[in-house]
């Protein structure tokens, strides 16, 4: 079809401007690119590029597809953006700020917050993987009620946001956890989004939503509980192995640009599986198998010791020793033993 445009083909006039959304970081508007008046800027804009920063790491084809533009247009866009927020090379200590802007979210356990390097960690994704009652949801409750809290008590004076694929999130264990730590509980609720996906596509749909939304309602905390089980549901058999893993890491891509740019920290809980190799070895390995084992930052095995006592252990991470650290789930929340 009429795949190629000029910037200035493409721009309807439109009497009144129209609510582009939010800025980013930078504070730059989707308009002040060239070749974005307010028509596409809308388009933009409703498709969840809300700002420069977001446009900067976008595809030619999204960005073509969520604009109604041509791919030379989108890519000429991505430039100006590019060039305007000056990505590409940085030097280390520039980066190094990067990454010292990064926020630390208690677990409620000081072993574990060590075993963490500090507590789990924005601009990136960390992944729980453990078998059921392990304690993957309870973590995720917990950290939706310490990010609320001020610095100085391990939060980020944020809110959250729930990407439930299961129906296993109970506002009453947020109100527990909460009360247990001298919190407004009705305030605690209504810092938390909650949304039930019905299916991979639906999942993927909430989580962009959710990125979208992140700025707007200062969120800095995604749970997606779990990342893997409609995946599983979904895709049975060998034949569709290829399929579902190449959707679960374009997925997992938008999570992790999500978290950077937002600055936010990202938590998926992951089943675990048994593996016909299992008599070698460990008899569990998570759903997902190496896609997943490659995208989150922050990989851990949690699994069940005597009564509410849990051990986590660091499998992988980009900067930390391995180890493992135990703690106890309680109806107050997660503590240490
Ligand atoms: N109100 C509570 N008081 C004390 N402990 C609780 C309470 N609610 C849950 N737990 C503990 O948390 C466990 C359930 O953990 P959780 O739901 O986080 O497991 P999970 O790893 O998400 O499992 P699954 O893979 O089935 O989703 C329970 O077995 C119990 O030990
Ligand atoms: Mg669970």
């Known amino acids: 079809m009429d795949e190629e445009h000029d910037y200035e083909d493409f721009e309807e006039t439109e009497e009144e401007t129209p609510d582009i959304g939010v800025e980013g970081e930078s504070g730059l508007e989707v308009t002040d690119l060239p070749g974005v008046g307010p028509a596409i800027g809308k388009r933009l804009a409703e498709s969840g590029y809300k700002s420069v920063e977001a446009i900067a790491v976008a595809s030619p084809g999204e960005l073509a597809a969520a604009g109604s533009i041509g791919e030379t247009t989108a890519t000429k866009i991505i430039k100006a953006a590019r060039d305007m927020l000056d990505i590409g090379f940085e030097t280390a200590d520039l980066f190094l700020v990067r990454r010292q802007n990064a926020g630390r979210i208690t677990t409620g356990s000081k072993a574990l917050d060590d075993l963490f390097g500090g507590g789990l960690e924005t601009q990136s994704i960390t992944e729980m993987y453990g078998s059921f009652r392990s304690g993957k949801t309870q ?40 009360e247990a730590l001298g919190m407004d509980s009705a305030k605690v609720l209504q810092n938390v989004v909650w949304a039930r996906a019905y299916n991979s596509d639906h999942q993927i749909l909430l989580c962009d939503q959710a990125m979208e939304m992140a700025p707007d309602k200062n969120a800095k905390l995604l749970i997606l509980d779990s990342v893997t089980s409609h995946f599983r549901a979904e895709y049975t058999g060998r034949g569709t192995l290829a399929a579902r893993q190449q959707k679960l890491n374009k997925h997992l891509h938008h999570l992790q640009r999500g978290a950077e740019i937002n600055n936010m920290a990202v938590y998926i809980t992951n089943q675990v599986m048994s593996r016909p190799d299992a008599f070698f070895g460990d008899p569990t390995a998570p759903v997902g198998g190496h896609v997943l084992a490659h995208v989150p930052q922050t990989r851990c095995y949690l699994r069940k010791s005597k009564g509410e006592r849990r051990i986590c252990r660091l499998v992988d991470s980009p900067n930390l020793p391995e180890g493992e650290a135990v703690f106890s789930v309680l109806k107050e929340g997660i503590r240490d033993v």
């Open 139 to 178: 973590m995720a409750h917990q950290l939706c009620v310490n990010i609320q809290r001020p610095p100085e008590e391990g939060g980020l004076e944020a809110t959250a946001i729930y990407v439930d694929t299961e129906g296993t999130f109970r506002p009453e264990r947020l109100v527990d956890m909460a």
